[in-house]
């Protein structure tokens, strides 16, 4: 298994360089892939600042890579709640901060937003500080 970089992935998305999109588009093909979540957090933050990308497009993308039989992302339940949160109205990394503190009995935040949100939509006591 190998472990893959965020400009790897943002490659098969955007296809900004075509040589290196078909380099990394063959690796995917070929290899057993590892995908970190700092590199999940990262690629959406690329994609959404500076690809411009809207949250339609950077959801079908992560369908469509961490869809792959051969794609194991780290701590998988969790990256999928943060994507279920995302679609559902909560910022990316705010949503995979959460669904990765599954095991807290608190949240604590300074984000009174994102308070109000989160509190809809997990069992857990969100507090503001």
């Known amino acids: 298994m190998i472990a893959v970089d965020t400009n790897i992935l943002v490659?098969?998305?955007?296809?900004?360089?075509?040589a290196q999109a078909k380099?990394?588009?063959?690796?995917l093909a070929k290899e057993r892939v590892f995908i970190p979540k700092t590199v999940i957090l990262e690629m959406e933050w690329m994609?959404?600042?500076?690809?411009g990308l809207e949250k339609s497009s950077i959801l079908k993308a992560?369908?469509?890579i961490l869809g792959l039989?051969?794609?194991?992302?780290?701590?998988?339940p969790n990256v999928s709640q943060?994507?279920?949160?995302?679609?559902?109205?909560?910022?990316?990394?705010d949503a995979l901060h959460l669904a990765s503190s599954s095991d807290s009995d608190k949240f604590v935040t300074f984000d009174d937003k994102l308070r109000k949100k989160?509190?809809?939509?997990?069992?857990?006591?969100?507090?503001c500080i």
């Open 11 to 18: 490659r098969i998305v955007t296809n900004d360089t075509p």
């Open 47 to 51: 994609l959404r600042y500076a690809y």
């Open 23 to 27: 380099r990394a588009a063959a690796l």
């Open 82 to 93: 943060a994507l279920n949160w995302y679609e559902n109205g909560l910022d990316f990394a």
């Open 62 to 64: 992560f369908q469509g």
């Open 118 to 127: 989160a509190g809809k939509i997990r069992q857990v006591s969100i507090t």
């Open 69 to 76: 039989s051969n794609v194991t992302a780290e701590d998988a």
